[in-house]
């Protein structure tokens, strides 16, 4: 049990950033591994959230200068950009809910969805022009909506976001910042509203050991996930960001079949 959590936590911060979908990579390890499935569907979910929950705050981490510096300059047109982002994320979100839940075991599915990201990373390849420039609403707008997509599995979040971005003509920092910040009140968003489901199960189902091992979890899941949003900078920087699709080509052919 413990090497499972831990194993899904390192998948978990490691692809939560990197534009792989992370969500798709522990649907395709969770059929792996028998000792998640003998779980409640509601401990798996606080599994879930809690995991989501410690990359959130590598995130916060990783962009705090950032944040801290928007607050200080009081950049209302920044955070007015993020939230407006938000909103069509969350519409899609609460819309495609019942959708993923009935998807999330559907191995085909997830490997059509991951065939969809590697396309889009691949499309990226065709970018011309560099504007150095943020985002304005209507490409917030735009970048909510593809962020509103990636909560099917098998559809990454930052690959999308990014993506979307970067043939906008946004340069290739600027993406990776606004679609990261952009997340962490998407994805409070969502751990909050699947805590509300966690409400209603037995509490004792968590032993003391279960807890710890949870917890070890998620410091594997932060970790690694502070270190691969480092990873996933050097790659924007190197221009490399569209051969993440020859990945996500082999991982759905390998989803498919297993």
């Not at 990579?25 to 028998?34: D, I, K, S």
């Not at 809910?97 to 990201?117: A, H, R």
């Not at 971005?165 to 340069?171: E, R, S, T």
Request: proline letters at 3%.
């Amino acid at each position: 049990m413990i090497y499972q959590i831990l194993i899904l936590g390192i998948i978990q911060g490691v692809t939560e950033f990197l534009p792989v979908s992370s969500d798709g990579h522990l649907a395709f390890l969770e059929r792996l591994m028998p000792g998640i499935t003998e779980f409640s569907c509601e401990m798996k979910l606080f599994i879930n959230v809690s995991l989501h929950f410690a990359t959130l705050l590598a995130v916060i981490l990783f962009f705090r200068n950032k944040l801290i510096a928007i607050i200080k300059e009081r950049d209302y047109l920044y955070i007015l950009l993020v939230l407006f982002a938000c909103i069509p994320t969350g519409i899609i979100g609460l819309a495609l809910k019942n959708y993923v839940e009935e998807k999330m075991n559907d191995k085909m599915m997830i490997s059509l969805f991951f065939c969809i990201t590697g396309l889009v990373l691949y499309i990226t390849r065709i970018r011309q022009t560099i504007l150095k420039r943020r985002p304005n609403y209507f490409i917030a707008f735009i970048a909510g909506i593809f962020q509103g997509i990636a909560v099917l599995p098998g559809i990454s979040r930052s690959a999308m976001t990014i993506s979307c971005l970067l043939l906008f003509g946004i340069n290739e920092k600027e993406a990776g910042d606004f679609s990261f910040i952009m997340s962490i009140p998407a994805v409070s968003g969502a751990v909050l509203v699947e805590s509300r489901y966690i409400l209603s199960w037995n509490p004792f189902e968590v032993t003391p050991f279960l807890g710890l091992t949870i917890f070890a979890g998620m410091v594997v899941a932060f970790i690694s996930g502070f270190f691969s949003l480092k990873f996933l900078y050097r790659i924007l920087e190197d221009k490399i960001w569209y051969k993440f699709s020859y990945y996500l080509f082999i991982i759905a052919a390998i989803n498919a079949i297993v």
